[in-house]
């Protein structure tokens, strides 16, 4: 099948994520989550001839949706280096910025990704195939301590340490190179009423490690924060509690660690105030035409 802007990613929370973005007409904003370009489209239908968008994704598919717009700049890179492309680009300072932080339908879907478990196919997992380990490599080549740790921290699998031992006592013998080869050293560790549960939670951890996620986001979220104009706005949609407690801490905070400093009066000294103090999620509607936004939340930020 054809990877078209439809196919690629329904976008999730479209009208809201934009509508906390206050988009004004001759502003510079940054989507730093291509994926099929939905966020962007509806960015660029707001924007006036002066206005102008930069758009990240480092996955090769996505290029194949990229906008035909003299306001639309198409960035090929990791979101972590948002800082460095704007200077690139002699942008100082933007208008607002929006992360989509969940992973594209696409991803899920493609067979030769090996990103879902739906299908037995190798164990990829990178966003961007021109660079990095493979999960197949982190889990042939990673010490049983190592692995236990990203399954725990990454995962929140409570058994951990016992995957951790079965796949390396299992690699001794045969190569994890597929997802078919992962389940079938795992199964007897998940047979319970939670094993899709489990599976999707051991797919996240794997799928962390192998794109460095966190460290990314906490990068892209720190350049955030710096180029922001006063009045910027930060919209973010989250879908796992690792990022959204990240982002959470930015918006409250002003760093990813959560850590709340005062200035001489006793205020909060953070370079964000939050937009919505309760967190948006997904309408009736959307979860029926969308199932994948049922964990999405929707967390809205302005540069003070």
Same mark, same amino acid.
């Given at each position: 099948m054809a990877i078209t802007a439809e196919t690629y990613h329904v976008p999730v929370l479209l009208q809201e994520s934009i509508d906390g973005l206050d988009i004004k007409p001759d502003g510079i904003y940054v989507d730093v989550t291509f994926g099929g370009g939905g966020h962007s489209k509806e960015i660029l239908s707001r924007l006036g001839k002066k206005g102008h968008l930069y758009s990240f994704d480092q996955d090769a598919d996505a290029e194949q949706n990229i906008v035909n717009d003299e306001r639309f700049t198409f960035v090929r890179s990791n979101f972590r280096y948002i800082r460095n492309w704007m200077r690139y680009y002699g942008v100082e300072e933007i208008d607002g910025l929006l992360a989509d932080l969940g992973v594209s339908s696409h991803h899920f879907d493609d067979e030769t990704r090996g990103f879902s478990?739906?299908?037995?196919?190798?164990?990829?997992?990178?966003?961007?195939?021109?660079?990095?380990?493979?999960? =197949? &490599? #982190?889990?042939?080549? +990673?010490? $049983?301590?190592?692995? =236990? &740790? #990203?399954?725990?921290? +990454?995962? $929140?699998?409570?058994? =951990?340490?016992?995957?951790a031992s079965a796949i390396v006592t299992s690699r001794q013998q045969k190569r994890i190179d597929t997802t078919g080869d992962l389940m079938t050293v795992?199964?007897?560790?998940?047979?319970?009423?939670?094993?899709?549960?489990d599976l999707a939670k051991l797919f996240q951890a794997l799928r962390i490690e192998v794109n460095h996620e966190m460290d990314a986001l906490r990068d892209m979220l720190n350049g955030a924060c710096l180029l922001l104009k006063k009045g910027g706005r930060l919209s973010v949609i989250t879908y796992h509690s690792l990022e959204d407690r990240m982002v959470k801490n930015v918006m409250k905070a002003g760093n990813t660690e959560g850590k709340i400093e005062h200035d001489f009066f006793g205020r909060i000294s953070s370079p964000l105030r939050l937009i919505n103090n309760k967190v948006i999620t997904p309408d009736e509607n959307e979860l029926q035409n969308n199932p994948r936004s049922r964990s999405a939340k929707l967390r809205i930020a302005e540069k003070i």
């Open positions: 478990f739906r299908f037995d196919s190798p164990l990829d997992m990178r966003m961007n195939k021109r660079a990095g380990k493979t999960a =197949a &490599d #982190i889990l042939n080549d +990673y010490e $049983e301590e190592r692995l =236990a &740790d #990203i399954f725990y921290l +990454y995962g $929140e699998l409570k058994n =951990a340490r016992r995957l795992t199964e007897k560790l998940l047979r319970s009423e939670k094993e899709k549960k």
